[in-house]
């Protein structure tokens, strides 16, 4: 067999075992109800118990495909505009789950938690994860990358509670389905459930058992079917802020007062584009970074917090998919700062979605001038451009460009 004939037998062979791999993908159907769930951390309601149970888990860890500890049952209920997820975690000795993390983003790998991922466009390329631990701390990040990124400063609108009892411990789980992007056309998603029991040093998985795979790999989860035909509503997201300050240097002396106004609003062009609109954008509630000491001459590197440019940013990222690729020809921690200072944002303006298989993401800003230290920053346009689209299952081809020097230099 002549060379080209080997390399046609080859691709012939990928595409059969991704195919098998496919069909061979456990499913779950969620349970389509109207009635009204009070997120308790109690699965108490009639509908909880009529649903289809999920209990078909492997270890990981401590032993790959291993019997569990403890059986874990999994439940979702979903209508038009929520996602439910019910779990039991059945635990002899109760008295002895840990848990210590409160705070919104811990990392509670250390501790006994469940964690879910969830592929709204069923195409092994990206995701969410939501994690809870059993006081009911929560986690979420964005996948990308086929499950290799996990961006946890990515933060969504939703709920959970927890219940311990003698038998183990429960929680509820509502995602309202505004939070995410869905393709619309499909009624089943990539769907995979992990459970830690820290004492036991054990982790369980439902499918994508491997100890070798990372659990956001969406390609080769199992599938939640049955779901309903969603409604994201009018998909309209206003959010103005006034932040004013006074100023009196001393007594008898003037009281000077300063006032700014923001407006931050996204608007949904269908279940998987968002157009978003800053203008005067203020920053005041974005979570502070990490305190670092610096003994190198290289910059940190610190990750995006500010909502306006976390939204859809797995689109807006560009590289070799190796987790730690040093090739960042847009970076939006960039825009808005110039030697440690602040530099006001005028308006921004972006769009990002998918369209089938093609992911497209559109940002333009512009920053007012500024003075620091003697040094000037001039006022600029930037803006970068993302196209992106799926291959081969768990490939993809795509180009980026980007203009404006966020540094301000003329030229």
């Known amino acids: 067999m002549n060379r080209l004939g080997l390399l046609f037998t080859a691709f012939i062979i990928i595409i059969i075992s991704g195919r098998a791999q496919e069909a061979s993908r456990p499913s779950l159907a969620a349970k389509q109800s109207s009635e009204p769930i009070e997120i308790d951390g109690v699965l108490s ?13 492997l270890t990981t860890v401590p032993e790959e495909k291993g019997k569990p500890s403890a059986r874990t049952l999994v439940r979702v209920l979903a209508d038009e505009r929520f996602l439910v997820i019910g779990i039991d975690c059945k635990d002899q000795r109760p008295e002895e789950i840990v848990r210590f993390s409160k705070l919104r983003d811990a990392d509670i790998r250390e501790e006994d938690h469940v964690r879910i991922v969830l592929d709204s466009f069923l195409d092994g390329q990206s995701g969410y994860i939501l994690a809870v631990n059993a006081y009911a701390a929560r986690y979420d990040a964005l996948v990308s990358n086929r499950g290799e990124s996990e961006n946890d400063d990515w ?78 509503g009018l998909g309209l997201n206003v959010r103005p802020s006034l932040v004013g300050s006074l100023n009196k240097n001393g007594a008898g002396a003037a009281t000077v007062s300063d006032f700014e106004t923001s407006l931050d609003a996204s608007q949904r062009l269908g279940p998987n584009v968002l157009a978003t609109l800053t203008v005067n954008t203020d920053f005041a509630e974005t979570e502070v970074d990490t305190r670092q000491t610096n003994l190198t001459r290289f910059p940190l590197f610190f990750p995006e917090k500010r909502t306006f440019f976390l939204e859809g940013s797995d689109i807006f990222e560009f590289g070799f998919g190796t987790g730690n690729s040093t090739v960042l020809p847009f970076f939006s921690r960039r825009i808005g700062l110039f030697q440690g200072n602040l530099v006001p944002i005028i308006a921004g303006g972006k769009i990002n979605g998918r369209i089938g298989k093609t992911a497209f993401g559109g940002l333009g800003i512009r920053t007012n001038s500024f003075d620091s230290g003697g040094e000037s920053y001039n006022a600029t346009n930037m803006g970068v451009m993302r196209v992106r689209h ?22």
Request: glycine residues 8%.
């Open 390 to 411: 799926n291959i081969l299952g768990e490939s993809s081809i795509g180009m980026i460009s980007t203009f404006g020097d966020p540094l301000g230099r003329e030229g």
């Open 155 to 232: 933060d969504a609108i939703w709920e959970a509670r927890v219940a311990l009892y003698d038998t183990g411990w429960t929680v509820e789980i509502r995602l309202p389905i505004q939070s995410i992007y869905f393709n619309k056309n499909i009624d089943q998603w990539g769907f995979n459930v992990e459970r830690r029991i820290q004492r036991n040093q054990e982790t369980i998985r439902w499918a994508n058992v491997q100890r070798d795979q990372f659990f956001g790999q969406t390609s080769r989860a199992g599938l939640l079917t049955n779901l309903p035909n969603f409604n994201y």
């Open 45 to 57: 309601e009639p509908e909880w118990q009529t649903a289809p149970i999920l209990d078909e888990f």
